[in-house]
């Protein structure tokens, strides 16, 4: 069984540049979910896909948009980066057997923003 | 919006030593999870648990769901245990308490 996996392991960008990115979910898993932990803090909620459509959203701004493939795959784009979207960026899966709604995290992505 | 807290906020230890890890929650959740953030900013599963009690090796949780709070049991410590343990709940979205620093020392 596959795990979840994030690319890229680390990105530095500048103020007000774009950036994408992606997250392969668990095997068998249909729920990706997005999460924003910056320096010392608890994860925050960003938002959720659930077949391709968003299914919650945390208190983020609209520059902060995803999509979910057909494969469950899913990307988190972020644009017009401020000094404050530094962070780590981590994305979760979950499926719809065993307990439902349990997340599994993959690795993160480490965003620095210059 | 629910808020989860958890305490303490810091906590050190000797090798060897138990402890007790708490979460609260102000109102009904559909799920709560434990989780440890290694080093690297992994966070492994440690239980799914929205109520009752479960064990894993040193490890075991309780939710009182009725109560609003769940309680994290680590037995015999050892340094790898070392990292910060976050519970997350969850109503229409995931929240996450700020966490309890664990360090194991030698």
């Known amino acids: 069984e596959t795990g979840v996996t994030q690319s890229p392991t680390h990105l530095i960008k500048t103020r007000g540049q774009q950036v994408t990115l992606r997250c392969s979910s668990q095997?068998?898993?249909?729920?990706v979910s997005w999460y924003q932990q910056a320096l010392g803090q608890g994860p925050q909620f960003i938002f959720q896909?659930?077949?391709?459509?968003?299914?919650g959203r945390g208190n983020f701004p609209p520059r902060f948009s995803g999509l979910q493939f057909p494969n469950y795959s899913s990307e988190l784009n972020v644009n017009a980066l401020e000094l404050d979207d530094s962070a780590l960026y981590l994305c979760?899966?979950?499926?719809?057997?065993?307990?439902?709604?349990?997340?599994?995290f993959g690795p993160g992505t480490r965003l620095t923003v210059l | 919006g629910i808020q989860v807290e958890q305490s303490p906020p810091d906590l050190i230890l000797q090798e060897g030593a138990n402890s007790t890890l708490r979460c609260n929650f102000s109102d009904s959740v559909n799920n709560l999870q434990w989780f440890h953030q290694n080093p690297w900013g992994q966070l492994i599963n440690l239980f799914y648990i929205p109520s009752g009690t479960k064990q894993n090796g040193r490890l075991s949780a309780t939710t009182v769901a009725t109560e609003r709070y769940s309680l994290l049991y680590i037995s015999s410590s050892q340094t790898t245990d070392s990292g910060v343990y976050f519970c997350a709940v969850t109503d229409d979205k995931i929240i996450f308490g700020k966490g309890t620093r664990l360090h194991i020392l030698p």
């Open positions: 896909y659930y077949r391709e459509e968003e299914n």
């Open positions: 095997s068998g898993h249909n729920t």
């Open positions: 979760a899966s979950s499926g719809t057997s065993g307990s439902l709604n349990e997340q599994f």
